[in-house]
């Protein structure tokens, strides 16, 4: 096993310890139903579960090889994870839609596709059938920017 899995597990772990906490501060139930405590506390349990094995199974067997495998797959995810960071906070500014849009769009070439009209369909399509999905057919609405969309 790597290192990084050992990192990993730490790391996995203290989320799910921070989730599982966090869940604690709302209603598990309420009225006979889920609360809004129940996803977070099984969210928490379940990559807890998923922390301890990592590092069960990374005590088990020496280090060995280097730190990261795929340093440009990692380079990728990190990229990925930070489009999605910046894509929560375009969400206020520039209203749901259009954020989904452009981060498919920025995010599908940068994961590896290279057909630019597969690219500008899929952030096309997300755009469009996100809204639709969530405020047309289940009556959920969701952040519209400057635009109106």
């Known amino acids: 096993m790597r290192l990084a899995d050992r990192i990993g597990g730490v790391f996995l772990l203290a989320l799910a310890l921070y989730v599982f906490r966090e869940a604690w501060a709302w209603e598990y139930s309420a009225d006979g139903v889920p609360g809004p405590g129940f996803a977070p506390f099984w969210i928490g ?7 301890v094995a ?64 597969q690219v500008v369909l ?8 996100v809204p639709f999905l969530f405020e047309y057919l289940l009556l959920v609405p969701l952040p519209v920017g400057p635009l109106g969309f």
């Open 45 to 51: 349990l379940l990559i807890g579960i998923a922390a």
């Open 54 to 117: 990592v590092l069960v199974r990374s005590w088990r067997f020496p280090l060995s090889g280097p730190l990261v495998e795929n340093l440009p797959g990692l380079r990728r995810s990190a990229g990925f994870l930070l489009g999605m960071v910046g894509a929560s906070f375009l969400i206020p500014i520039l209203g749901m839609s259009l954020t989904l849009g452009l981060f498919v769009f920025a995010s599908v070439p940068f994961l590896g596709a290279r057909n630019w009209w």
């Open 122 to 129: 899929a952030a096309v399509l997300v755009a469009a059938g």
